[in-house]
């Protein structure tokens, strides 16, 4: 979701990030399966706020057949409020994170996307002067190569979130453009789906940044980053960096003393790696304001076009335990039966559940931490 979102390092305000924390790889849930939380309901109040807001929708433009097949199965849904007020605001080390957002299977992915959709980046690239290596990325990050796209309806998503009021002027300005977007024609209700918070496409979009740089690059008359066809949404991505300010040619930058770019040098974790970041990184920081997601970003493209790994090191976690010993813990956690998701070192609800259970099953203080005592036993 662009638009300068606030990075929250459990969350990112959008789908994205809690893709990035999945394993799975298959698309999310059709509509018909999602969770009962998340199936838009009629009620009372609901509903007569949505009375008032068309009169509001009206004066904007919006006109009575596209509010009438807009809001003609939309509801108030539950779980995308419970969402709202819940991201998790746990913060990641830039370790963690980097291990999440350019994992090997992102990466393997990534490899992939690139060779198949060869021809399609190529020509993006000329047209807009973006790296394709950056926009595979970014499509990589926001919806792991279009495999999670979302299937939350949008006009409900929005007006939930504009309804329950605590970002409702925000929320209030998506749903109008969402529903911009369905008078234009580019997409019907049915089809605009995404994230809880109104995220769209392959490069998860929200409506107002739809609104000002989408682009319809197949030339068939619609700006469809809904497809399956991910050329219109990865198309929107370079144009969205180019009108931001990316400067063709220019790296967005490198990890200090590997022969990079020069530019400012960020540290973004105590005692860990350093990086020469250029006018390019800002501009990915208008994708996502953060410093880990812009690193992220251009780390991924790297890894996609063949770069080794980072050569530093990160330090020890707060447990004395390093990246390497984490993964051994994960491991040895397989080994004994746990499902603990991908073997990241990241130590994140999976394997926290399968640390208590074997400290438990150990007599040890049942606290989920990942400890030196628990990767001796493990070994």
């Known amino acids: 979701m662009v638009l300068n979102r606030r990075f929250l390092v459990c969350g990112l305000g959008s789908l994205a990030f809690a893709a990035c924390t999945q394993t799975a790889t298959t698309r999310q849930p059709s509509a018909q399966t999602l969770a009962a939380d998340l199936r838009p309901l009629q009620t009372p109040a609901f509903s007569a706020w949505v009375a008032q807001f068309r009169g509001r ?25 419970d969402r709202d007020r819940n991201q998790i605001q746990t913060r990641r080390t830039f370790e963690d994170y980097l291990a999440i957002v350019a994992s090997d299977e992102r990466i393997a992915k990534g490899r992939a996307a690139l060779l198949q959709n060869a021809s399609v980046l190529r020509a993006i690239e000329s047209r807009y002067g ?24 949008v006009i409900s998503s929005t007006a939930t979130l504009a309804f329950d009021g605590r970002r409702g002027a925000f929320y209030e300005s998506q749903l109008i453009a969402a529903l911009k977007i369905l008078q234009n024609g580019d997409t019907t209700a049915s089809n605009m789906r995404g994230s809880w918070a109104g995220a ?30 991910p050329s219109d949404a990865l198309a929107s991505t370079a144009a969205y960096l180019a009108r931001n300010g990316w400067r063709s040619g220019l790296k967005w930058g490198a990890e200090v ?12 974790q105590a005692g860990g790696v350093r990086f020469n ?22 780390h991924l493209a790297d890894r996609i076009g ?18 390497a010993d984490r993964m051994t813990v994960q491991r040895g956690l397989i080994q004994r039966g746990y499902d603990v998701g991908t073997v990241d070192g990241v130590i994140g609800p999976k394997s926290i559940e ?26």
Request: hydrophobic share 40%; proline share 5%; aromatic share 10%.
């Open 57 to 81: 929708a009206r004066a904007a433009g919006i006109s009575e057949n596209t509010l009438n097949a807009a809001f003609a199965d939309a509801g108030y849904i539950p779980g995308v409020v």
């Open 130 to 153: 973006v790296d394709q290596l950056i926009v595979a990325a970014i499509w990589g990050a926001e919806s792991f190569y279009g495999e999670r796209r979302g299937e939350i309806p």
């Open 200 to 229: 769209m496409g392959h490069t998860q979009f929200i409506p107002t940044s739809y609104e000002g740089f989408a682009v319809d690059f197949t030339g068939d008359g619609r700006r469809d980053i809904w497809s399956d066809d």
């Open 257 to 268: 003393g590997t022969g990079g770019p020069d530019g400012r040098v960020i540290q973004p």
């Open 277 to 298: 970041v250029t006018q390019n990184f800002n501009v990915l920081k208008t994708y996502n304001n953060s410093d880990f997601y812009a690193l992220g970003i251009g």
């Open 306 to 323: 063949g770069a080794g790994p980072l050569r530093g090191s990160f330090p020890p976690d707060a447990n004395g335990l390093t990246q």
């Open 354 to 379: 399968a640390i208590r259970d074997f400290q438990r099953r150990q007599g040890l203080a049942v606290t989920g931490l990942a400890t030196r005592d628990v990767l001796a036993r493990l070994r």
